[in-house]
């Protein structure tokens, strides 16, 4: 038996402890904003802030997250959330939208890190977030418009 | 086919103009379980036509007879919509429609799917005669009820009035009742001069569920009691199973059963982590006695061997033989190599299948040719047509991935529900290596070229050979094996293409641009390198032979001009040139490289300006066009599926089919052609260009010409 927070809300999961993080929260939490891209992290789109930290969920074993606190795209909150998201939609950043919630969980993870993230730090940080739509350019630019904006 | 021949007949239009005005009703019930979208939206709302809806609450759905999968259909062709509505942006909305044939025919198809950048131009008048419909019998609806002539009502961003009497309405108080009016035969569209939604850069419907989880992708649909499958499929292609062992399979907990099915080995689980693991379990012998056992290189040599027979002759101007028997020329000649790529989209292939309690079966996908997957489907499943809803839902990309004739993936998928007893509702899902592993590849094909120039310096002859499968599946010569190459756009006087047909085991798909990817690649690095060896500049030397093609030559002097062509380029870097029309889209692009840390081109800058006629969304547009850009520049620097010794596929997931990364993404700056011309489509043909353009910077900065892709495998041997 694992306990966890998900989204401030305790969890418990009694099944099989290899089972990764991801489909936890998809098939036993119900909670699908969080994708499966390549099960091995190379993507991104499995995202999630664990203890703060941005994880790639798809490597991560139920196991493994004892008494952790785990944030998905649906419980994100707070001035740089808020600050990403209207960035995102400011730009109409998302294409068919799949990797989006992974890359705005790396982006947000950057902006609590780095409030003003130079284009090096925006390499450094998403670069592990695939989109294959290539949204980049305007990833890119929200990110910076984000930072702006939580500067004033 | 052309735009301009496009024209939904008025017995089209009727057929699909039943219209949908209808009533809003409480939110629904939203049960934790995200469950799939019912296409055609609410079933509560009463038709005003096939693809307009209209709430009590004044919003207006428009149902797409185009899947979203992220080049913008609900956006662009909500605008349309919208627009001869005189709607207000706010209010309107967009679904998918339900699936059929005749009533949401893709105009330039004949049946419904999407595909060919086609969503915008076939949609450009119906869906704008569906808003005028519409707006008409609002109008009539009001008049009736305000008792004054229908020519004293006026509306405008969504808001009904009539002037004299002060009296003033939004939509829905009229929806029911201009629901039960007769739709106007031939309604009157706005003079384009007259537009007040079209050309400005409204804000994308889709963004905001895409941007904080909401947004339902068929992998998200997990109704209780969800039964998931995977099936494990060979590593050869044409490999079947032979046998298999499915004991240790059967004890990994949550397994629910396994079955042999006609592609591989299906594991049943109650989870997904289980199903997967139980695949991994499986001891699988597999029979390779039909399977490809060539590798890529040996495929390659093939190829090579049949540059010299007669092929399929696609254009044959002037004199070839004579052309090249000229006295005092300078020949050229290319060998170009193009690998076998997968499609890649972010969501691998999946769909859900849910039993009705009448026996029918509702399917949630991301349905490109819906019809298609819901024939094949019904026909596994023994099921009458009618008995079978397919239910598209938005798609985590396709890139042409999800557009195949005969469904391939829905054969699969709907066996592998077929075997079970249809009491549970099932997922069957291709994980990222089933992805990368299972064909439909953009083909494998060999050019070769050779140009002639004369002693004044012009280019006299032009000969290629194309040798690839047939895309569509033709004995003969396939048209999306030569386009870009037998419609050259550069006078020539003596041209000739033809092509080759190869038989493989490989299935072959279109990926994003179809034939462009390689012909666009080969004809604007070959007709640059020639530039090159006369030493004239790529930009004048391209002009000079455009002078029958007005909009290439409009995209290739904007781009020139949004470059500053001839200023001078930092130390280090160089710029190279591609100007391609594919979708009757123009697209000009020149880009800026150096050398990269790995030995490979580094992108710095991409200047584009394209014309695809009426800009319906310029944001759109520009996020096409950058995604194309960032989509065809990965592929060309990173992506190969090769078959190693004895036909084993090499490749499984994005570690060795790389995709372009952030931090390889150039600054993209993109200008928009003012043109009155019909639109036409952006999702692909911002794809063809880049490579060329780049290949041809690299050409120019470090004297090598690419002539096998991807790039990085040159610069690494």
Known sequence: ???????????????????????????????????????????GACTVHLDGMPRRSCVTPVAMIEGSEVVTIEGISGTEADAVKTAWTGLDVPQCGYCQSGQIMSAVALLQMVPKPTDADIDGAMAGNICRCATYHRIRAAIHNAASSMEG | MTIQNIKTTRRDFIAGSGLVIGVAIAPKFVSAAPAGVHAGGDAALAPINAFVKIGTDDTVTV??????????????????????????????????????????????????????????????EQMRKAGAAARAMLVVAAANEWKVPTSQITIEKGRIRHAASGKESGFG???????????????????????????????????????????????????????????????????TVKSFNDAEARKVEGVVDVKQVPSGVAVYADNTFAALKGRDALSIEWDLSKAETRSSEELASDYRKLFGEKGLEATNNGNIDNAFKAPGLQTVEAEIVFPFLAHAPMEPLDAVFIKAADGSVDIYNGAQFPAMDQAVAAKVLGLDEAKVRVNTQLAGGSFGRKAQFGSPYMQEAAAVYAATDRTRPLKHMWTREDDIRGGYYRPMYAHRMRGAIDAQGQITAWEQVIVGQSIMGKADLDPTSVEGASNLPYTIPNLKVSAHNVQLSIPPLWWRSVGHTHTGFAVETFVDELFQKIGKDPVEGRLALLGKKPRHAGVLKKAAEMANWGSPVPEGRARGVAVVESFGTFVGQIVEISVGPEGAPRVHKVWCAVDCGVAVNPNVIKAQMEGGIGYGLGAVLFDAVTLGKGGKIMQSNFHDYRSIRINEM????????????????????GVPPVGPAVANAWRRLTGAPVRQLPIVNIVSA
């Not at chain 2, 309604?187 to 409204?202: A, H, M, Q, Y």
């Not at chain 2, 150039?666 to 043909?685: F, H, L, R, T």
């Open chain 2, 666 to 685: 150039p600054d993209v700056a993109v200008e928009i052609i003012k043109s009155g011309e019909n639109p036409s489509g952006v999702g692909e043909p």
């Open chain 2, 173 to 239: 108080a009229f929806a029911e009742k201009a629901a039960r009016l007769t739709p106007p035969a031939e309604p009157k569209l706005k003079d384009p001069k007259d537009f007040v939604l079209i050309g400005t850069e409204l804000p994308k419907l889709d963004t905001l569920g895409k941007t904080n989880g909401t947004a339902i992708f068929t992998l998200d649909i997990t109704p209780d009691n969800l039964l998931i499958a995977v099936v494990a499929h060979p590593e050869h292609f044409g490999a």
């Open chain 1, 1 to 43: 038996m694992v306990t966890f927070t998900l989204n401030g809300q305790e969890r418990t999961f009694d099944g099989d402890p290899d089972t990764p993080l991801l489909w936890v929260i998809r098939d036993f939490e119900k909670l699908t904003g969080t994708k499966y891209g390549c099960g091995v992290a190379q993507c």
């Open chain 2, 63 to 124: 149902l797409s007879k185009h899947i979203e999968f992220g080049q913008g259909p609900f956006t662009g062709l909500a605008t349309l919509v919208a627009e001869e509505l005189d709607a207000d942006w706010s209010q309107m909305r967009a679904v998918h429609s339900p699936t059929d044939n005749k009533i949401y025919a893709n105009l330039m198809f004949g049946l419904q799917g999407t595909g060919g950048s086609s969503s915008i131009a076939n949609s450009y």
